[in-house]
C-alpha cells in the first residue's frame, strides 16, 4: 500500500492533550474578570483561530481586547508546555515511523509559534519539515488556507496528503483542503461522516494504515465500536 506524500498534523488535542491547558487558562482569566466560562463554553472554542476563540471571550465579558486575551493565553500555554509535553497516546511513535520512512510532515496549528516550536523543540530535529502556525496565515481553521500553505511549502499536491485531525474546525479547515483526512477525537465528539476515516487513537496507527486512507478507503473504528 502506498503511502501520503506527506502527512500534515494539528497539534493541541491531536499530536499532544494540551486542550486542558487552554480551558484552565480560559477559566482562570475568566474567573478573574468574574465572568462565567463553562467547560462546554471552553469546548465550543477548540480548534478555532487564537483571534477568533480571543473574540468569543470577549463576547462573554472579558474586559481586554482580542490581541490581548490571545497574549496572555499563550503566555499560559507556553509556561505549562515549559513543564510538561503531554503527548497523545502513540503520537511521537508514529511521528518517529513516518521520519524513518523518508515520508515529510507538516505541523499545523492554530497555536502560535511560540507554542509550536516549543513543541517541535521537544522531538529529533527535522521532525516537521515545515511549521505552519496560527499567527503566520490570513485566514484560520475552518479555512483550508493553513493547509493549503503546509503543502505549498512542502512541494506537494493537498490531494496526496494526509491530515490528522481532533477538531470539528480542525476536520472543517482539512476536509476543504481536498487532502485525506484522519479524526482522532480528544474532547470533543466528532460525527461520523461519509468518507471521513476516525479512530480512537493513534497508539499501534502504522504507516500502512496511514496509506489506507490515503488510497481513499474509509478506516471508521469508532464506528465499529458503536455498534
Do not use: N
Request: charged content about 20%; overall charge negative; proline content about 7%.
Amino acid at each position: 500500500m502506498a503511502a501520503p506524500d506527506a502527512v500534515l498534523w494539528d497539534l493541541d488535542g491531536t499530536l499532544i492533550d494540551s486542550e486542558p491547558y487552554w480551558i484552565a487558562g480560559e477559566q482562570a482569566l475568566a474567573g478573574h474578570y468574574g465572568v462565567d466560562w463553562t467547560h462546554e463554553d471552553a469546548l465550543g472554542v477548540v480548534g478555532m483561530a487564537l483571534l477568533d476563540a480571543a473574540a468569543v471571550l470577549h463576547g462573554a465579558g472579558i474586559p481586554l481586547e482580542p490581541p490581548k486575551i490571545v497574549e496572555l493565553m499563550v503566555d499560559h500555554v507556553v509556561e505549562k508546555l515549559g513543564e510538561e509535553v503531554p503527548w497523545r497516546p502513540g503520537a511521537r511513535e508514529l511521528l518517529g515511523a513516518l521520519g524513518a520512512a523518508g515520508i515529510p510532515c507538516a505541523l499545523v496549528t492554530m497555536s502560535y509559534r511560540s507554542i509550536a516550536d516549543r513543541v517541535a523543540s521537544s522531538l529529533p530535529a527535522g521532525t516537521f519539515a515545515t511549521i505552519v502556525a496560527g499567527d503566520e496565515v490570513q485566514r484560520g481553521k475552518p479555512d483550508p488556507e493553513p493547509y493549503l500553505v503546509a503543502a505549498g511549502r512542502l512541494g506537494v499536491d493537498i490531494e496526496r496528503c494526509l491530515i490528522v485531525e481532533d477538531s470539528r474546525t480542525g476536520l472543517a479547515s482539512a476536509e476543504a483542503s481536498g487532502a485525506r483526512v484522519l479524526a482522532v477525537p480528544a474532547h470533543v465528539e466528532i460525527p461520523p461522516a461519509p468518507g471521513r476515516s476516525r479512530l480512537p487513537t493513534l497508539e499501534g496507527v502504522t504507516i500502512a494504515d496511514l496509506g489506507r486512507i490515503a488510497a481513499g478507503e474509509t478506516v471508521d473504528q469508532l464506528a465499529v465500536a458503536a455498534t
